[in-house]
T-cell receptor
Framework: GQQLNQSPQSMFIQEGEDVSMNCTSSSIFNTWLWYKQDPGEGPVLLIALYKAGELTSNGRLTAQFGITRKDSFLNISASIPSDVGIYFC?????????????FGTGTRLKVLA | GAGVSQSPSNKVTEKGKDVELRCDPI?????LYWYRQSLGQGLEFLIYFQGNSAPDKSGLPSDRFSAERTGGSVSTLTIQRTQQEDSAVYLCASKLSGRSYEQYFGPGTRLTVT
C-alpha cells in the first residue's frame, strides 16, 4: 500500500540533544498526525495538525504542517531516555473521507545517556 | 479506563492453518480499524468499520483475509490458509466516531507463520 517517505529511518543521539524528523509526500494531505510507538505497544498520538502552516507544540515536542501540504516535521527538544521509540507520521488524503490515513515507515530513535 | 485490548498477544501457527485475531475496542467507540505492521514498516491499512455502515475492506491484501464486527463492538480478523508473508504485528484501533481524528491503538497481536 501507499506509504509516506519518512526520514531519517533511525537516529542515535545523546541525551539532551534536539531531534528533528520529517515526512514528505507527492500528494496533498488534509491532516497530519504524529505518533510514538513503544516496544510491544500500539502507537500513541502525540500531535495533530489540521491546516497548512500550523505549528503546534506539546511539551518538548513541536510539529508543523508544511505550507505545500505535502510535508510535516516533528522536533523534540532536550531529549531524554524515555523518548526512545518509533515515531510515525500519518497523513489524511483529501479524497479519503475523515477516516483513512497513510502512515510513514517510522523513525527509530535511540537516546544514549 | 479500559483501552483497546487485543488477543492473543502472540500467535505462532503453521503455514496453511487458519487464525483468528480478536479486538475489543474502547466502549462507546463506533469506529474500528485493523492495520498490519511488518518488520521495519509503517502501518498498512486493512479494514475500517463505522457504526452500521458497510465496512471499507479496500486494504485487505487477499481473499484469505476477512473481518467481522459483531454488535458494533468486538471485531475478529480471520486469516485463512496462512502464508509466511502474513507474519506481522496486527494492530487494532478504535475512535469515538467517524468524524473524530484520534485513533486509540491496542498493543497488537504478533503473528508468526512457520
Amino acid at each position: 500500500g501507499q506509504q509516506l517517505n519518512q526520514s531519517p529511518q533511525s537516529m542515535f543521539i545523546q541525551e539532551g540533544e534536539d531531534v528533528s524528523m520529517n515526512c514528505t509526500s507527492s500528494s496533498i494531505f488534509n491532516t497530519w498526525l504524529w505518533y510514538k510507538q513503544d516496544p510491544g505497544e500500539g502507537p500513541v498520538l502525540l500531535i495533530a495538525l489540521y491546516k497548512a502552516g500550523e505549528l503546534t507544540s506539546n511539551g518538548r515536542l513541536t510539529a508543523q504542517f508544511g505550507i505545500t501540504r505535502k510535508d510535516s516535521f516533528l522536533n523534540i527538544s532536550a531529549s531524554i531516555p524515555s523518548d526512545v521509540g518509533i515515531y510515525f507520521c500519518a497523513g489524511q488524503l483529501p479524497t479519503s473521507g475523515t477516516y483513512k490515513y497513510i502512515f510513514g515507515t517510522g523513525t527509530r530513535l535511540k537516546v544514549l545517556a | 479506563g479500559a483501552g483497546v485490548s487485543q488477543s492473543p498477544s502472540n500467535k505462532v501457527t503453521e503455514k496453511g492453518k487458519d487464525v483468528e485475531l480478536r479486538c475489543d475496542p474502547i466502549s462507546g467507540h463506533t469506529a474500528l480499524y485493523w492495520y498490519r505492521q511488518s518488520l521495519g514498516q509503517g502501518l498498512e491499512f486493512l479494514i475500517y468499520f463505522q457504526g452500521n455502515s458497510a465496512p471499507d475492506k479496500s486494504g485487505l491484501p487477499s481473499d484469505r483475509f476477512s473481518a467481522e464486527r459483531t454488535g458494533g463492538s468486538v471485531s475478529t480478523l480471520t486469516i485463512q490458509r496462512t502464508q509466511q508473508e502474513d507474519s506481522a504485528v496486527y494492530l487494532c484501533a478504535s475512535k469515538l466516531s467517524g468524524r473524530s481524528y484520534e485513533q486509540y491503538f491496542g498493543p497488537g497481536t504478533r503473528l508468526t507463520v512457520t
